[in-house]
């Protein structure tokens, strides 16, 4: 409705109480959509009427109460929104960004101080951003419900349960975090929406296997072949070895350093002989595995399917933990 003349202070003192069960909006002709809204008890606040994004009709959203800001600060307000209206943006997930209460603000607050140290920390900010965040990133929290995580975990099962269940862990974990902050928010997430057949399968190499894999090493190129030798002869996992230096291995000691082992301490691995022989064979002084010297090994999944190829076992295996005990891809 287009106002005819501008609200003013002296008008808006003076406005009545609506008449019973009813509400009264009195418009304001500077700022389209902005009205004074007065209730059968006199209570004033300002509102403005617009169609908000995700809304199919125009709908009133308080901009402030009367006494508590002013009709100046009121139209300020109101255009600021309308500007982010225009630009596509929902002005009150924008407020609650600013007050750290969408999932993306609240997700990060976990990764910054629950989940800081984690070694998965990475790969789970990666996740949420290519798969959570687009859709309920900016969403309040608070107002995100059972059916909306329904409708993301379907999406990403599509692709089958195994990423439905990751993004269903990451997302369970920052709602249980949020729910030990607050008095009321109680997470949308109930036992029973884990998606089937989404567990990795896992597996130990049978000896002859073991020796299989062993032997296709033997002549492989440096250093791929050595680094899955030294892999084997050390029970050590894959990027403690990848990432290894010369300056670790002192006097038939290698130490991973704490930022490169799973307890985040110092962790000192006697080397047989046969481990040390792969040491004296490296041919650079600074990375014990490396193509350039410049650099730690890379291109691992290509080197290691031909090195399936050749011990013929079967690829679904990595290398991971200790005394052959392989966990699926």
């Known amino acids: ?7 003013t202070d002296r008008a808006i003192a003076g406005v009545k109480a609506a008449p019973p069960g009813k509400r009264r ?32 009709n125009p709908t009133p959203r308080t901009v402030g109460v009367v006494g508590a800001i002013s009709l100046a600060e009121a139209r300020d307000t109101a255009r600021e929104w309308l500007g982010q209206i ?13 007050q750290g209460q969408t999932f993306t603000a609240i997700a990060t607050g976990y990764f910054t101080r629950k989940a800081k140290d984690l070694r998965s920390k990475g790969k789970m900010e ?24 329904v409708r993301l975990l379907d999406t990403e099962g599509d692709n089958g349960p195994t990423m439905a269940n990751e993004v269903l862990s990451i997302v369970s ?12 928010f ?13 567990q990795a399968r896992s597996r130990v190499l049978t000896d002859e296997e073991l020796r299989a894999v062993w032997n296709a090493t033997g002549e492989y190129a440096h250093p791929y072949g050595p680094l899955v030798r030294f892999i084997l002869l050390t029970a050590s996992r894959r990027n403690e070895v990848q990432y290894a ?16 082992y799973k307890t985040q301490i110092d962790h000192i691995v006697p080397l047989s002989q046969a481990a040390l022989a792969i040491v004296e064979g490296a041919k650079e002084a600074g990375w014990l595995f490396t193509t350039n010297g410049k650099h730690a090994i890379g291109s691992l999944s290509r080197h290691k399917a031909e090195i399936d190829k050749a011990a013929a076992v079967e690829r679904w295996w990595r290398y991971w933990h200790p005394q052959r005990t392989i966990k699926s891809g």
């Open 1 to 7: 409705m287009l106002a005819k003349k501008p609200l």
């Open 25 to 56: 909006l009195l418009w304001d002709a500077i700022v389209p959509g902005l009205a004074l809204r007065v209730t059968d008890r006199g209570k004033r606040s300002f509102v403005l009427v617009t169609r908000y994004p995700g809304s199919r």
């Open 86 to 98: 225009r630009k596509g943006v929902d002005p009150q997930a924008h407020k609650l960004e600013r």
């Open 126 to 149: 990666a996740a949420l951003v290519r798969l959570v965040y687009p859709t309920l990133g900016h969403r309040p929290i608070d107002s995100i419900t059972r059916s909306d995580m």
């Open 173 to 184: 974990r920052v709602f249980d975090w949020h729910a030990t902050r607050t008095d009321s």
């Open 186 to 198: 109680r997470s949308p997430i109930v036992k029973g929406m884990k998606r089937a057949g989404g």
């Open 245 to 260: 230096t010369r300056s670790e291995i002192v006097g038939g000691e290698w130490t991973i350093p704490a930022a490169r």
